[in-house]
């Protein structure tokens, strides 16, 4: 049997990804004027805001019965390139994307131990009841902290953020403080609209880090301004922050030219740093079926042709040896090295199975198919797939930090 295979790792992850046939009724895109844009200091060269387009490239898997094109910003396999993923004269896996989410708050009703005391009427008059939990405390803490505030009245990724006061000073609605091994919060209170965090329809949640964020103040041309407060620190205590609720990474739903709203973009430099912009595509594959020796797109690092690598640069960056000399910026075929005495001394991790990972030990020179691709990209551009309406996001994308490096894999025999 012969196949294409795709593997991708992200830093402290690694990604399993399962390719499924999927059918889509699609409709001509909306042409919507966008403006190219970017986070303040993110991807800047030289003071100069540095577009992630110029760091996308393209790679070809042509052996065996299937043959693709891949890309690196997120769609693997899609019909921007050709062949889409290629069985014989069919094909039928035209999109293969990468995909991934966080949730940006844990539900109160997670915790059971929630203790209501006596409502009390504050000094504006309001009638107000506040609620507390050990569970609560010990999981913000837990290894952490694993919170950084408390959404009130929480729904469609927004909510009222909870005012932090010091312990025992709680004097209104939506707020709170830990103190003594428990989270209290204060909720509104009425006879007839009793708001209990025993349940989720009390829409009470615990904001996890990466959903409380700088709110929006203004879209520039090259980049978004966001409310740092008055010393202008990013994710200092004066920051004027808001929800941003839950959010997932993909590539697929950019309906704008050359997809460049797009949340995963290639990782900045890429055309320096994982790959060489020395050959084009119609340089190495213009004699190919697939493209034609006027394409200029830039390849991506192919195992089998060493003039796609990428010259070594930077060897922390690039986590190469031989300065000014062209690496595989990728991983090696692995020999199982677990019946090898000297090497189970050396590592006394292995425990001597093939599950085992620290068992598995690289051989330079030697890819893991006939031809191996590699790319990286990450999140850190999710912003410009915001629209913007009178300075404020109509959707809450934002970069999640993550990094993904991907190896595609082409082979043309049967122990594959």
């Known amino acids: 049997m012969t196949r294409n295979s795709i593997t991708a790792r992200a830093t402290h992850f690694i990604f399993s990804l399962a390719l499924m046939f999927t059918f889509i009724l699609g409709s001509e895109p909306n042409h919507v004027n966008y403006v190219e ?4 200091g993110l991807g800047k060269t030289a003071g100069q805001v540095d577009d992630p387009l110029l760091d996308r490239a393209k790679g070809y898997l042509l052996h065996g019965k299937v043959k693709s094109a891949v890309s690196n910003y997120g769609n693997f396999i899609s019909w921007d390139e050709h062949p889409a993923a290629l069985w014989g004269k069919y094909t039928y896996l035209p999109h293969v994307g990468f995909l991934c989410g966080v949730p940006g708050h844990v539900y109160s009703s997670e915790f059971e131990d929630w203790i209501g005391e006596t409502p ?11 609620w507390y939990s050990a569970d609560a405390y010990t999981d913000w803490w837990n290894e952490g902290p694993n919170y950084s505030g408390v959404i009130f009245d929480t729904h469609d990724d927004r909510g009222t953020v909870g005012v932090e006061k010091s312990a025992g000073q709680i004097d ?3 707020q709170w403080y830990l103190d003594e091994g428990k989270l209290y919060i204060s909720v509104p209170f009425g006879a007839e609209n009793v708001v209990d965090p025993h349940y989720s329809n009390a ?10 964020r700088p709110k929006l103040l203004e ?3 090259d980049y978004d301004i966001y409310d740092y407060g008055s010393d202008g620190l990013p994710w200092s205590s004066d920051d004027g922050y808001v929800y941003y609720g839950a959010n997932a990474a993909e590539s697929w739903f950019a309906r704008t030219s050359q997809s460049y709203n797009t949340d995963w973009q290639p990782v900045t430099r890429s ?5 060489s912009t020395d050959f084009t595509a119609g340089d190495l594959f213009g004699s190919t079926p697939f493209t034609d020796s006027g394409d200029t797109y830039p390849l991506l690092a192919h195992s089998d042709y060493g003039n796609t690598w990428p010259i070594c640069q930077d060897q922390d ?15 090696w075929s692995e020999d199982y090295m677990g019946e090898d005495s000297l090497f189970r001394v050396e590592h006394p991790e292995c425990n001597g199975t093939r599950k085992d990972t620290d068992c598995w030990q690289g051989v330079p020179g030697r890819a893991i198919s006939d031809t191996d691709v590699y790319m990286e990209f990450d999140d850190r551009w999710t912003h410009r797939g915001n629209r913007v309406l009178d300075n404020e996001y109509e959707a809450t994308g934002y970069p999640m ?13 049967a122990y594959a």
């Not at 009427?121 to 009638?127: M, N, V």
């Not at 009470?204 to 959903?211: D, Q, T, V, Y």
């Not at 930090?401 to 043309?412: F, N, P, T, W």
């Open 37 to 40: 844009r970017n986070n303040i």
């Open 271 to 275: 055309r320096q740093y994982t790959h």
């Open 203 to 212: 829409m009470i949640g615990l904001i996890r880090p990466w959903a409380l």
């Open 120 to 130: 009390e009427e504050t000094a504006s008059g309001d009638t107000i009841q506040i």
């Open 401 to 413: 930090g993550l990094r993904v490096m991907a190896e595609a894999h082409s082979y043309g025999v």
């Open 219 to 221: 879209r520039l041309i």
């Open 172 to 174: 209104g609605k939506h």
């Open 317 to 331: 960056i690039q986590n190469c040896e031989d300065f000014g000399q062209p690496f595989w910026p990728g991983w």
